[in-house]
């Protein structure tokens, strides 16, 4: 079958230079934006898709320590394979003395790299920055998630913030999904997942330090799962790198399936990006 290319407009850049490209209908073309200044950079090269070098039993070992049994009656309707229909999804950071460009590898449950996540928009002044300044919770970061080809799937914004965390979600046309948005500061960390002014469910922490959450539905009925896995000591103390295992409980559909996804990576961005302490 001959998929029907989408109608032109702006759409998340395929490439990964920037956050949004034009799509003329039948082309990408040489016009860009980000942080809403247009630009002008030539389509082409290969679209950046993130690796992270980690040994499939390494991978399954996660999973074991999250201490996970995967369902047996968890069957998506549209089969597995992506990271919106997977049970178990492992979330790796790339390892690196200073994060100024954040990048994961998304695996599932079989150590088999199904998807990854970049930061796309970053001016040279920004990664200067980040480099030499410790002012990360003060810049809005814009990440992607592609599947293998580089494919945006979803977009993920955190704006500059304060205090209070807040993500938006948007699909690659750039309509809006929904929200993840930070309740408290003080004790258990609690998100609520929002979509078209309503409350479609919360990322729930089990404990003040934010290790593990509980991601439940409006009922109030876990629905998945994020539990970090420990990288040792040495590692934790002088790299960037965090890892997290998710598991879904059933399969998901609408805002609240993309909301789920969105959180297994944006769970780092809102919290652990700003402080070292709390992972």
């Known amino acids: ?28 073309t040489e016009h860009v934006s980000s942080h809403g200044r247009a630009g002008v950079d030539p389509p082409g090269g290969v679209s950046h898709v993130p690796t992270v070098q980690r040994a499939p039993e390494k991978v ?40 100024i460009n954040n990048e994961y590898a998304i695996y599932d449950q079989n150590a ?12 040279g ?41 807040r993500l938006i979600v948007q699909d690659p046309a750039g309509n809006e999904v929904g929200q993840i ?19 479609l469910g919360s990322i729930n922490a089990e404990n003040w330090r934010a290790w593990n959450f509980s991601i439940r539905d409006h009922t109030d009925t876990e629905i998945a799962r994020i539990t970090k896995t420990w990288e040792g000591l040495a590692k934790t103390m002088f790299t ?8 879904v409980h059933r399969p998901l559909q609408g805002p609240l399936q993309a909301l789920v996804v969105a959180a297994a990576v944006s769970v780092d961005t809102a919290l652990k990006q700003d402080s070292r302490g709390f992972g």
Request: glycine fraction near 8%.
């Open 1 to 28: 079958m001959t998929q029907t290319p989408p109608p032109a407009g702006w759409y998340a850049d395929p490439f990964g230079r920037h956050e949004a490209r034009y799509f003329s209908g039948s082309d990408w």
């Open 60 to 99: 399954q070992h996660d999973v074991q320590r999250a201490g996970i049994t995967p369902d047996a009656s968890y069957r998506s309707p549209s089969g597995g394979g992506s990271v919106f229909t997977e049970p178990v999804l492992v979330v790796n950071q790339k390892a690196k003395l200073i994060e």
């Open 112 to 123: 088999r790299q199904i998807a990854a996540v970049r930061e796309v928009g970053q001016s």
């Open 125 to 165: 002044l920004k990664k200067a920055v980040r480099l030499l300044s410790s002012y990360d919770q003060f810049l809005t970061h814009k990440l992607q998630i592609v599947d293998m080809q580089g494919t945006p799937l979803l977009t993920i914004t955190r704006p500059a913030k304060v205090m209070k965390s």
């Open 181 to 199: 948005v930070q309740q408290n500061m003080i004790g258990k960390i609690r998100f609520a997942l929002e979509s078209g002014g309503q409350t």
């Open 240 to 247: 960037t790198a965090d890892n997290y295992v998710v598991q």
